[in-house]
């Protein structure tokens, strides 16, 4: 369309098909549910709350849905400048701005205004961001396949009615894109072969196909196959020595999706950290990385879990690339610098978020990881510091080898007393699959035999004998088998452990009671009868304890 002098004008509507639509249709039904909630449902003072929510929810559904419903366009471009909705009435013309660049992050496309030092007074005002003076306008609210058409004709309208002030970004982004481009065939010249990243990669998924082929499962392994393979383990570590598996645990993962993700950030951030610092410098900052999350992680997840997985040399390799991206700052060229800090700096906060809030993520590995690789990538010189003389570059690295292997040490020396004894525990759940048939074949016994007898089936003098000649010998030969499984006293599963342990012996001397008696009819010994009145007590403990861990077990307790 053209405008009142015949110049060209683009707008861009706003689109129920656009992200801003989903979003406020979500929030619609979200309002519908909760007005429905709050209609049908019983209780008075939830259908309050319920009503108060739907209000809120639909407050905040107008104000992101009310540009989908004027016939304002989202974005006007021509000849007197930039109109957009999210501006709020601000009309920046093409003399206010220096430059224009388009951004995504996390996939959603923004327009963003560099203003010029002559800018309107009008355009001053909270949308402006930072002290580089800038005016952002994103393009949710505009369908994704328009954004494109939306970007170019912002461009192109620069292009053309921006006079001097477009020819000089214009040629300033010329000299970015080239110094971009020649630092890039510098580091490929210093760095010809990512042999180490590529090794890593290999190793990890090796592993993986590996512990597949052995039988352990693909999507979701068990804990016992993992420590089997090497995860880690507080109990491992420190009491067994296996200090190995601080190394192992991180080639190991949890199912396709974690390696798979794992894998993805490693190559994303790896790719050019290892241009940047060499193949040898990349092995100890993953390496180191690798080891001191796992050494921090004996603190916190290894305390109770088996820990597994490259993240914390991933999460050290990111931490070290936003380092290396300060650390050279002057002489990595800005557009790199600003494309990597956006990208991976909102992923790192994101993942970072996800381990605080979601149950099963071992955020110390992560930032046990991302400490270690910033630290190094600050202390290591990579191929940017052509300056350094060989004797200072020795120093470097050797420190780079020291100072991890410190933490590392330092942390496994000051890890608390595990919780949980994975080993012992793994060996008693083994132990007792293998009796549980036996034990399980006993009680079905002695409740029939038990049933029969208070039906008049089996006469006392029966019952007796079938305790005497079937039922004891079962239990007993399951409490032998029982005697050798252990964990130790503070472990978390001791309590469980001890009283199935417990319990079978309680049954076992009650049955030799019951025999007792039957073989000395008309005689009463007090203290056996004590004995045995506080071993019945005692065993309805050990079952009611039984029957709350099963209710903590269920979905939703």
Do not use: C
């Not at 092995?283 to 820990?307: K, R």
């Not at 120093?395 to 080993?423: D, I």
């Not at 004998?465 to 004891?472: F, K, M, N, S, W």
Request: no cysteine; proline share 4%.
């Amino acid at each position: 369309m053209v405008d009142s002098t015949g110049a060209q004008l683009r707008e861009f509507h706003a689109s129920w098909r656009s992200t801003t639509g989903g979003v406020t249709m979500f929030l619609v039904v979200i309002v519908l549910l909760l007005l429905a909630f709050a209609l049908l449902g019983p209780d008075r003072k939830m259908s309050w709350i319920l009503l108060a929510g739907a209000a809120v929810t639909a407050w905040m559904a107008w104000l992101l849905g009310r540009q989908l419903l004027g016939n304002q366009p989202a974005l006007r471009v021509g000849p007197r400048g930039i109109r957009a909705h999210f501006l709020k009435g601000r009309k920046p013309s093409w003399n206010d701005i220096a430059d224009v660049r388009e951004e995504s992050v996390q996939g959603h496309t923004h327009i963003v205004l560099s203003l010029a030092p002559g800018a309107s007074t009008s355009l001053q005002g909270s949308r402006l961001t930072g002290k580089k003076r800038e005016l952002r306008i994103p393009l949710a609210a505009i369908r994704k396949k328009d954004h494109g058409a939306a970007v170019q004709a912002v461009f192109e309208a620069f292009h053309r009615y921006g006079g001097t002030q477009a020819l000089k970004a214009a040629e300033a982004r010329i000299e970015e894109l080239r110094a971009a481009t020649d630092f890039e065939v510098r580091l490929r010249e210093m760095t010809p072969v990512t042999w180490a990243l590529y090794l890593m990669v290999a190793l990890n998924v090796g592993v993986w196909l590996a512990n597949v082929v052995s039988g352990v499962s693909a999507f979701k392994p068990l804990s016992l196959d993992l420590l089997r393979w090497g995860a880690n383990s507080a109990a491992s570590v420190v009491e067994d020595h296996q200090y190995w598996r601080l190394l192992t645990a991180t080639f190991l993962h949890a199912g396709v999706l974690h390696i798979a993700l794992n894998m993805f950030g490693l190559w994303e951030a790896g790719k050019q950290l290892n241009r940047l610092y060499g193949n040898v410098q990349f092995l100890m900052i993953y390496f180191a990385s690798a080891l001191v999350g796992s050494a921090l992680s004996l603190h916190f997840s290894a305390q109770q879990a088996v820990s597994v997985g490259a993240s914390g040399a991933v999460f050290g390799v990111l931490g070290a690339l936003l380092m290396a991206m300060y650390r050279h700052r002057g002489r990595i060229p800005g557009v790199m610098s600003k494309n990597v800090m956006t990208s991976q700096a909102v992923f790192l906060v994101y993942a970072l978020g996800q381990g605080f809030t979601k149950e099963g993520i071992d955020n110390a590995a992560h930032i046990g990881g991302l400490v270690a690789g910033s630290l190094l990538a600050w202390l290591l010189a990579g191929k940017m510091d052509e300056t350094q003389s060989s004797r200072r570059l020795q120093a470097t690295v050797m420190a780079g080898l020291l100072l991890p292997a410190v933490a590392v040490a330092g942390l496994v020396l000051t890890t608390p007393e595990p919780k949980v004894h994975h080993r012992q525990l793994f060996e008693f759940q083994a132990g007792l699959a293998r009796i549980l048939p036996d034990l399980q074949a006993a009680e079905k016994a002695l409740q029939a035999d038990g049933k029969a007898a208070s039906t008049g089936k089996l006469t006392t003098a029966q019952f007796v004998q079938a305790i005497e000649t079937r039922h004891l010998p079962a239990y007993q030969k399951v409490e032998r088998e029982l005697e050798p499984l252990n964990v130790p006293p503070h472990d978390r599963a001791a309590p469980l452990v001890n009283d199935i342990k417990r319990g079978n012996s309680l049954l076992v001397a009650m049955m030799q009671i019951e025999v007792t008696r039957a073989n000395n009819p008309g005689q009463v010994d007090p203290v056996l009868e004590a004995k045995f009145k506080a071993m019945g007590e005692e065993l309805k403990l050990i079952k009611a304890r039984s029957s709350e861990r099963d209710q903590i077990k269920k979905p939703g307790k």
